[in-house]
């Protein structure tokens, strides 16, 4: 188990630049963006994608700085009822998979879109409850005529280069808790699995390391996402954590994202990095600062600190006491 950094907060750099700062505090591992919400700065796929030159510098500057990449991230709306807008997300998706295939990149981060309420809908629509009945029948809509036809499809075009699809369990996506992640794999394949981001699941009342274990035990955690949240309980009582207020109004939203350790201690931490080695997770925890209260070095420097003394770097031994 590694630590590793998603490197939009350092855009303002060059990929050069980031990964000897990030070599300099101890991360092992990067997640570039390649499109999407995420942008494309440090890794530009119409750059490097079918250009061995170009992958081979690459992996050159890689080894320079003893780092790996642990995915690369396009997060986007493939099921976008506006036909271009969907197709825009669904070519950044599928050439993702065939650079992560060309660089020996086994995992994709993305989202898992979210459809329209109806086949004449022109927005998309995040539903939360089944009543009214059109709610229910809606949702019906979303998996069974658009969601899982196409991840069904994508699956095979991942499993055809051997790259696995790691899907952030987000609000106002169709994928946004754990159940829904299972939900989703046991209906297309075992390429697609989590993207853990506890961050989301934090506000939604969710148990992360239950959750861990959860999706585990079925052996869909793909990636990990070490990203936290706090809830703000004077704000939370009164209009809950459907929260729509902006995230730049701080003080007045019910939970915000937080740099590891400031929504949740270090004793959580710990215990989320032992819920992931019980089901046999061992990739990168890959670090996604999106701390408005403080700088994004700041944020990365502290969440590396803490997941330093948090990760097992070695493997068990026997159990000579258990004999």
Same mark, same amino acid.
Not at 280 to 289: Q, W
């Given at each position: 188990?590694?630590?590793?950094?998603?490197?939009? !907060?350092?855009?303002?750099?060059?990929?050069? &630049? #980031?990964?000897?700062?990030?070599?300099?505090?101890?991360?092992?591992?990067? $997640?570039?963006?390649?499109? %999407?919400?995420?942008?494309? /700065?440090?890794?530009?796929?119409?750059?490097?994608?079918?250009?061995?030159?170009?992958?081979?510098?690459?992996? &050159?500057?890689? #080894?320079?700085?003893?780092?790996?990449?642990?995915?690369?991230? /396009?997060?986007?709306?493939?099921?976008?009822?506006?036909?271009?807008?969907?197709? +825009?997300?669904?070519?950044?998706?599928?050439?993702?998979?065939?650079?992560?295939?060309?660089?020996?990149?086994?995992?994709?981060?993305?989202?898992?879109?979210? !459809?329209?309420?109806? !086949?004449?809908?022109?927005?998309?629509?995040?539903?939360?409850?089944?009543?009214? =009945?059109?709610?229910?029948?809606?949702?019906?809509?979303?998996? +069974?005529?658009?969601?899982?036809?196409?991840?069904?499809?994508? +699956?095979?075009?991942?499993?055809?280069?051997?790259?696995?699809?790691?899907?952030?369990?987000? !609000?106002?996506?169709?994928?946004?808790?754990?159940?829904?992640?299972?939900?989703?794999?046991?209906?297309? *394949?075992? @390429?697609?699995?989590?993207?853990?981001?506890?961050?989301?699941?934090?506000?939604? %009342?969710?148990?992360?390391?239950?959750?861990?274990?959860?999706? *585990?035990?079925?052996?869909?955690?793909?990636?990990?996402?070490?990203? &936290?949240?706090?809830?703000?309980? =004077?704000?939370?009582?009164?209009?809950?954590?459907? &929260?729509? /207020?902006?995230?730049?109004?701080?003080?007045?939203? =019910?939970?915000?994202? @937080?740099?590891?350790?400031?929504?949740?201690?270090? *004793?959580?931490?710990?215990?989320?990095?032992?819920?992931?080695?019980?089901?046999?997770?061992? %990739?990168?925890?890959?670090? $996604?600062?999106?701390?408005?209260?403080?700088?994004? @070095?700041?944020?990365?420097?502290?969440?590396?600190?803490?997941?330093? @003394?948090?990760?097992?770097?070695? /493997?068990?031994? +026997?159990?000579?006491?258990?004999?």
């Amino acid at each position: 188990m590694d630590i590793g950094v998603h490197t939009p !907060p350092l855009y303002g750099e060059s990929l050069e &630049d #980031a990964l000897a700062y990030l070599n300099d505090i101890g991360v092992d591992a990067i $997640e570039p963006g390649v499109g %999407g919400y995420p942008g494309d /700065t440090h890794l530009p796929r119409d750059e490097y994608l079918d250009d061995e030159e170009a992958q081979d510098e690459l992996h &050159d500057l890689l #080894a320079e700085y003893d780092m790996r990449i642990s995915a690369l991230a /396009t997060h986007n709306n493939p099921l976008h009822p506006d036909d271009e807008e969907a197709e +825009e997300a669904d070519t950044e998706l599928r050439e993702a998979i065939r650079l992560a295939d060309q660089l020996d990149v086994g995992t994709v981060t993305c989202f898992s879109g979210l !459809p329209a309420g109806g !086949p004449n809908d022109e927005y998309p629509n995040w539903i939360t409850a089944p009543w009214p =009945s059109e709610h229910e029948e809606a949702l019906e809509y979303q998996w +069974e005529d658009v969601a899982i036809p196409y991840w069904q499809e994508l +699956e095979a075009f991942a499993d055809d280069h051997d790259v696995d699809l790691a899907i952030e369990m987000h !609000p106002n996506m169709l994928v946004h808790e754990p159940a829904g992640m299972l939900e989703l794999r046991n209906a297309t *394949g075992e @390429r697609v699995g989590a993207n853990f981001d506890p961050s989301h699941l934090y506000w939604q %009342g969710i148990d992360v390391p239950e959750a861990i274990r959860f999706l *585990g035990e079925h052996d869909a955690i793909h990636h990990f996402h070490a990203k &936290d949240t706090k809830v703000y309980e =004077s704000q939370a009582r009164y209009k809950g954590v459907l &929260d729509t /207020t902006p995230y730049t109004e701080e003080a007045n939203r =019910s939970w915000l994202f @937080r740099s590891v350790g400031y929504g949740h201690g270090e *004793g959580h931490w710990k215990d989320i990095v032992s819920a992931l080695r019980l089901v046999d997770y061992d %990739g990168a925890l890959s670090i $996604e600062h999106e701390d408005s209260l403080t700088s994004s @070095r700041e944020g990365l420097e502290k969440a590396v600190e803490l997941l330093q @003394r948090a990760v097992f770097r070695t /493997t068990p031994g +026997e159990a000579y006491w258990a004999e």
